[in-house]
């Protein structure tokens, strides 16, 4: 018998000065069985990052067709993938192809610089691509704050996101940008 996703639940209440956004979610996240917390709380941070009414969870580690993250036209046309990790050269190319902007998330420490070197190549093909990187660490601090029930305040300003739970924790991280889309 397959194990079934743990369900966490979270008030993200988010005030990015850089997009001038601001707004409140109530949010569902399946943690599959094989994803780690801190890969479910990089999840988490990456949807205050992109938020917008229409942002959603895909199904990520389970499945190959699916994002972790996406935001789709009313036409269904894919307008926003997010993946975090390091895809592999023909996901890549297939999440360029399939959505108007690709954000890849690298949140792995020392493999990712290897993983940024080794895609170079294919990420130059990808005009509608931005590759950003999590610093060592910031992953494992992120699940720190993970509850069932959470309720976090995301203060997004200058580049850098500060995250605060209820009982008075906080997190700053400034995500490391390798490359900007161009379209």
């Given at each position: 018998?397959?194990?079934?996703?743990?369900?966490?639940?979270a008030?993200?209440q988010i005030?990015?000065?850089?997009?001038?956004?601001?707004?409140?979610?109530?949010?569902t996240?399946?943690?599959?069985?094989?994803?780690?917390v801190?890969?479910?709380?990089v999840?988490?941070?990456?949807f205050?990052?992109?938020a917008?009414?229409?942002l959603?969870?895909?199904?990520?580690?389970?499945?190959?067709?699916?994002?972790d993250?996406?935001r789709k036209?009313?036409g269904g046309?894919?307008?926003?993938w997010?993946?975090?990790?390091q895809?592999d050269d023909s996901?890549?190319?297939?999440?360029c192809?399939?959505a108007?902007q690709?954000?890849?998330?690298g949140?792995?420490?020392?493999a990712?610089?290897?993983?940024?070197?080794k895609?170079?190549a294919?990420?130059g093909?990808?005009?509608?691509?931005?590759v950003?990187?999590?610093e060592g660490?910031v992953?494992e601090?992120?699940?720190?704050f993970?509850?069932r029930?959470?309720?976090?305040?995301?203060l997004?300003?200058?580049?850098e996101?500060?995250?605060?739970?209820e009982?008075g924790?906080?997190?700053s991280?400034?995500?490391?940008?390798h490359?900007?889309?161009?379209?």
């Open positions: 018998m397959a194990d079934k996703a743990t369900i966490h639940k008030e993200l005030s990015d000065m850089d997009r001038h956004y601001y707004g409140s979610h109530q949010l996240l399946a943690q599959h069985p094989s994803e780690t801190a890969r479910l709380m999840r988490l941070l990456c205050a990052l992109y917008d009414d229409d959603g969870f895909g199904r990520g580690v389970s499945s190959d067709d699916e994002p993250l996406w036209s009313p046309e894919i307008e926003l997010i993946d975090l990790g895809p996901r890549l190319r297939k999440a192809g399939r108007r690709v954000v890849i998330v949140y792995s420490g020392r990712f610089p290897i993983w940024l070197e895609t170079t294919v990420r093909r990808c005009g509608n691509l931005s950003l990187e999590l660490g992953a601090e992120l699940a720190r993970n509850q029930m959470m309720r976090l305040q995301c997004i300003s200058e580049g996101v500060q995250l605060i739970a009982d924790q906080s997190l991280v400034r995500p490391r940008i490359q900007r889309a161009q379209r």
